[in-house]
């Protein structure tokens, strides 16, 4: 079992920043992909970005250029700077990872942007 734990979420004014983190444990051999979706109430699921193990990376269209993704192979641990936030970009953000073709995720961090 891989083990997900975020941190970083928070309450924030529009067009201010925020850094998420999810940090990796347990039963770890080898992550492949790892990510953050978010969820806001009454939406479904939707990938904000997501990282290979060797570095590629993929955003969704609504955060290019305001969110970077990236990723600690070391410490097994993913990132996610978003700047420029929007009342938009509230939601629940939960971090994924992908391991033998497994998903884990985390338990979600709440982040509000207010305008």
């Known amino acids: 079992q891989v083990q997900l734990v975020e941190s970083g979420g928070g309450l924030v004014q529009a067009g201010g920043s925020l850094r998420l983190s999810c940090a990796a444990s347990?039963?770890?051999?080898?992550?492949?992909?790892m990510g953050w979706y978010r969820q806001a109430p009454g939406k479904q699921r939707e990938l904000v970005a997501a990282?290979?193990?060797?570095?590629?990376?993929n955003y969704a269209d609504s955060v290019k250029g305001r969110f970077a993704i990236s990723r600690d192979n070391a410490k097994n641990t993913v990132y996610l700077q978003m700047n420029s936030l929007k009342p938009e970009d509230t939601a629940v953000y939960y971090c994924?990872?992908?391991?033998?073709?497994?998903?884990?995720w985390g338990q979600g961090t709440q982040v509000t942007v207010s305008s």
């Open positions: 994924n990872a992908d391991q033998l073709r497994v998903d884990y």
């Open positions: 347990g039963s770890i051999f080898r992550l492949n992909a």
């Open positions: 990282i290979t193990s060797g570095g590629r990376t």
